[in-house]
C-alpha cells in the first residue's frame, strides 16, 4: 500500500508532517450517518419481488389474521361440556373443509373439521382424530367417540392472534425479508411502497490491476494483480438493492481520476472508489476529489482498514475504501452497509454481534481495534483464520465472520469475545 509519509512524497513541503489522530470506528460511523439524509425516490413493487427492499410506507392492516378462530388439526369440533367419558358418542352432523365454513353446533354433535377451516357456533375445542373413534361411517349420520377428555380452547387458533385489524404490521424503514413478504400478503398487499434503487457508481483505482478473462495468469506481467476488489464490491452493492454501474479501473492519474468521477457524478448517488486512498503520490483520488468538491480523509482505528474518504461531488456522495481486499471488503460491511441502508430510510442500522469462547490466542494487542476473520468451530467457539493480512482475501472465504477486538486487548483461549457473522453483515 502506498502510504508514503506526506513529508517524504511531496519534497517541497519542509514542514514535518502533521499526522491527525486516527478516527474511531463509532465516531467515523456517526459522521458518516450524519451525511446520509434517506434519498426521496421510491417506487411500488410487487410483493414478489420485494425482497431485501426498504418499504417506504407503513403497512396498515384491514383485517384480522386469522380472520376466524379455526381449528389447528384435522379432527372434530365439539362442546367440551357434551363430554361425559371416553364412552361419549357424538353425532358427526357437519363436515367442515378448510376454505368453507360450518353452522351452529347441535347439543351432543360434533363437526369434522380439518386444519383451517372457521370453528363452527358453539364449538369450543377440537379434538385432532387421533384421540377419535369414528362409528358407524358411510351408514347415514356417523357418530364419533371421544377417547380423551378435550379442554375448552384446545387446538384452537384465534381470530386476530397473528395480526389485529387496525395494527401496522411492517414499518416504513424496515427491511424486507421473505417472512415480511408473506406478511404483507397475509394482510393483502400484492404492491408494495419501497425505497429507490440507490444508484452507485463503482471504480476500482490502479495501474497495476488487470481484469481476469483479459489476461490469463501465464501472461501476467510482473506486479500486475487481478482485481478482485470490483467483484465482490459490486456484489455486495447488489446484495443491498442498489443499482450498480460498474465504470471499472481507472488508472493512476489524476486527468483520469478527475474525469472518471466527474462522469459518475451525474445521476448516481454515491461514486464508490477503492484504492489510491493513501496518501501517496500514486494516489490521486484526494486531489481529485478536492478538486471537484469535497472531501475528508480519515485515518479510521481499525485493523483492517485504515485509510477511508467521505466526501461529495457534485450532487453524489463519495466513499473511497482502501485498496488491500480484505480492508476494502471490510470497510464496506463496517461503514458503507449502514450508509447504504440509511439512504434507504432504514432507522437501525446497528451492527449485533454475540458473545462467544476463542479458541485461539492473540497474544499481541494492537492499537487499533481489530476485526479478526474467524469462524465458529463444532464446539461452538471460534478459531482464527491463520494469516490476518488485509491483502489476504482467503481469511474472508474462509471465515464465517469477525472477531470485533477492543484496541489493547489481548485474546487468551477460552476468553469471551464478539463475534459478528458474516450472515448479519451480507444480508
Ligand atoms: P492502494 O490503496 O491503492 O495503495 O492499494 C493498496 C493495495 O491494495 C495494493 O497492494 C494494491 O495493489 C491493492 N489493490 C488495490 N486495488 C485493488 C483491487 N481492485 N483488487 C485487488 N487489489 C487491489
Ligand atoms: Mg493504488
Same mark, same amino acid.
Given at each position: 500500500?502506498?502510504?508514503?509519509?506526506? $513529508?517524504?512524497?511531496?519534497?517541497?513541503?519542509?514542514?514535518?508532517?502533521?499526522?491527525?489522530?486516527?478516527?474511531?470506528?463509532?465516531?467515523?460511523?456517526?459522521?458518516?450517518?450524519?451525511?446520509?439524509?434517506?434519498?426521496?425516490?421510491?417506487?411500488?413493487?410487487?410483493?414478489?419481488?420485494?425482497? #431485501?427492499?426498504?418499504?417506504?410506507?407503513?403497512?396498515?392492516?384491514?383485517?384480522?389474521?386469522?380472520?376466524?378462530?379455526?381449528?389447528?388439526?384435522?379432527?372434530?369440533?365439539?362442546?367440551?361440556?357434551?363430554?361425559?367419558?371416553?364412552?361419549?358418542?357424538?353425532?358427526?352432523?357437519?363436515?367442515?373443509?378448510?376454505?368453507?365454513?360450518?353452522?351452529?353446533?347441535?347439543?351432543?354433535? $360434533?363437526? !369434522?373439521?380439518?386444519?383451517?377451516?372457521?370453528?363452527?357456533? #358453539?364449538?369450543?375445542?377440537?379434538?385432532?382424530?387421533?384421540?377419535?373413534?369414528?362409528?358407524?361411517?358411510?351408514?347415514?349420520?356417523?357418530?364419533?367417540?371421544?377417547?380423551?377428555?378435550?379442554?375448552?380452547?384446545?387446538?384452537? !387458533? !384465534?381470530?386476530?392472534?397473528?395480526?389485529?385489524?387496525?395494527?401496522?404490521?411492517?414499518?416504513?424503514?424496515?427491511?424486507?425479508?421473505?417472512?415480511?413478504?408473506?406478511? $404483507?400478503?397475509?394482510?393483502?398487499?400484492?404492491?408494495?411502497?419501497?425505497?429507490?434503487?440507490?444508484?452507485?457508481?463503482?471504480?476500482?483505482?490502479?495501474?497495476?490491476?488487470?481484469?481476469?478473462?483479459?489476461?490469463?495468469?501465464?501472461?501476467?506481467?510482473?506486479?500486475?494483480?487481478?482485481?478482485?476488489?470490483?467483484?465482490?464490491?459490486?456484489?455486495?452493492?447488489?446484495?443491498?438493492?442498489?443499482?450498480?454501474?460498474?465504470?471499472?479501473?481507472?488508472?493512476?492519474?489524476?486527468?483520469?481520476?478527475?474525469?472518471?468521477?466527474?462522469?459518475?457524478?451525474?445521476?448516481?448517488?454515491?461514486?464508490?472508489?477503492?484504492?489510491?486512498?493513501?496518501?501517496?503520490?500514486?494516489?490521486?483520488?484526494?486531489?481529485?476529489?478536492?478538486?471537484?468538491?469535497?472531501?475528508?480523509?480519515?485515518?479510521?482505528?481499525?485493523?483492517?482498514?485504515?485509510?477511508?474518504?467521505?466526501?461529495?461531488?457534485?450532487?453524489?456522495?463519495?466513499?473511497?475504501?482502501?485498496?488491500?481486499?480484505?480492508?476494502?471488503?471490510?470497510?464496506?460491511?463496517?461503514?458503507?452497509?449502514?450508509?447504504?441502508?440509511?439512504?434507504?430510510?432504514?432507522?437501525?442500522?446497528?451492527?449485533?454481534?454475540?458473545?462467544?469462547?476463542?479458541?485461539?490466542?492473540?497474544?499481541?494487542?494492537?492499537? !487499533?481495534?481489530?476485526?479478526?476473520?474467524?469462524?465458529?468451530?463444532?464446539?461452538?467457539?471460534?478459531?482464527?483464520?491463520?494469516?490476518?493480512?488485509?491483502?489476504?482475501?482467503?481469511?474472508?472465504?474462509?471465515?464465517?465472520?469477525?472477531?470485533?477486538?477492543?484496541?489493547?486487548?489481548?485474546?487468551?483461549?477460552?476468553?469471551?469475545?464478539?463475534?459478528?457473522?458474516?450472515?448479519?453483515?451480507?444480508?
Amino acid at each position: 500500500m502506498s502510504q508514503a509519509n506526506p $513529508a517524504t512524497s511531496m519534497p517541497s513541503n519542509p514542514m514535518p508532517p502533521v499526522r491527525a489522530p486516527l478516527k474511531p470506528l463509532d465516531q467515523a460511523l456517526a459522521e458518516l450517518l450524519a451525511q446520509a439524509a434517506p434519498l426521496p425516490a421510491v417506487e411500488r413493487v410487487s410483493t414478489f419481488e420485494a425482497d #431485501g427492499r426498504v418499504l417506504a410506507q407503513d403497512l396498515l392492516s384491514g383485517l384480522d389474521v386469522p380472520a376466524h378462530d379455526n381449528s389447528s388439526m384435522d379432527g372434530y369440533a365439539l362442546r367440551c361440556a357434551d363430554w361425559a367419558d371416553a364412552s361419549t358418542v357424538l353425532q358427526v352432523k357437519q363436515r367442515i373443509p378448510a376454505g368453507s365454513h360450518g353452522h351452529a353446533l347441535a347439543a351432543m354433535s $360434533a363437526a !369434522r373439521i380439518f386444519t383451517g377451516a372457521p370453528i363452527p357456533p #358453539g364449538a369450543d375445542a377440537v379434538v385432532m382424530q387421533e384421540d377419535c373413534m369414528t362409528l358407524n361411517e358411510g351408514l347415514g349420520d356417523a357418530g364419533v367417540r371421544i377417547l380423551v377428555q378435550p379442554k375448552p380452547g384446545q387446538w384452537i !387458533r !384465534r381470530r386476530g392472534e397473528d395480526v389485529a385489524a387496525g395494527a401496522v404490521v411492517l414499518q416504513r424503514g424496515e427491511r424486507l425479508s421473505p417472512a415480511s413478504l408473506g406478511l $404483507a400478503a397475509s394482510i393483502g398487499f400484492d404492491q408494495l411502497q419501497v425505497a429507490g434503487r440507490v444508484r452507485v457508481a463503482l471504480f476500482s483505482t490502479g495501474d497495476e490491476l488487470v481484469m481476469p478473462g483479459e489476461v490469463a495468469p501465464a501472461d501476467m506481467k510482473p506486479g500486475a494483480i487481478y482485481n478482485s476488489n470490483r467483484f465482490f464490491l459490486r456484489a455486495l452493492l447488489l446484495r443491498l438493492g442498489c443499482s450498480v454501474t460498474d465504470l471499472g479501473i481507472v488508472p493512476d492519474r489524476l486527468d483520469a481520476t478527475v474525469a472518471a468521477l466527474q462522469a459518475a457524478s451525474q445521476q448516481h448517488d454515491l461514486i464508490l472508489t477503492s484504492g489510491g486512498v493513501s496518501v501517496g503520490e500514486e494516489d490521486h483520488i484526494k486531489p481529485a476529489v478536492q478538486a471537484l468538491g469535497e472531501l475528508n480523509l480519515w485515518q479510521i482505528a481499525i485493523k483492517p482498514g485504515k485509510p477511508f474518504a467521505y466526501g461529495r461531488v457534485g450532487p453524489a456522495h463519495f466513499i473511497g475504501l482502501p485498496g488491500n481486499p480484505v480492508s476494502s471488503f471490510v470497510t464496506f460491511l463496517l461503514l458503507v452497509r449502514p450508509f447504504l441502508l440509511r439512504l434507504q430510510g432504514v432507522n437501525d442500522v446497528t451492527i449485533k454481534s454475540i458473545a462467544l469462547p476463542a479458541h485461539f490466542s492473540w497474544p499481541k494487542a494492537d492499537k !487499533r481495534r481489530e476485526f479478526l476473520r474467524v469462524r465458529r468451530d463444532a464446539a461452538g467457539g471460534l478459531e482464527l483464520f491463520g494469516n490476518q493480512s488485509s491483502g489476504v482475501l482467503t481469511s474472508a472465504v474462509w471465515g464465517d465472520g469477525l472477531v470485533d477486538n477492543p484496541a489493547g486487548q489481548t485474546i487468551a483461549h477460552g476468553d469471551t469475545v464478539r463475534f459478528i457473522p458474516f450472515a448479519e453483515l451480507l444480508a
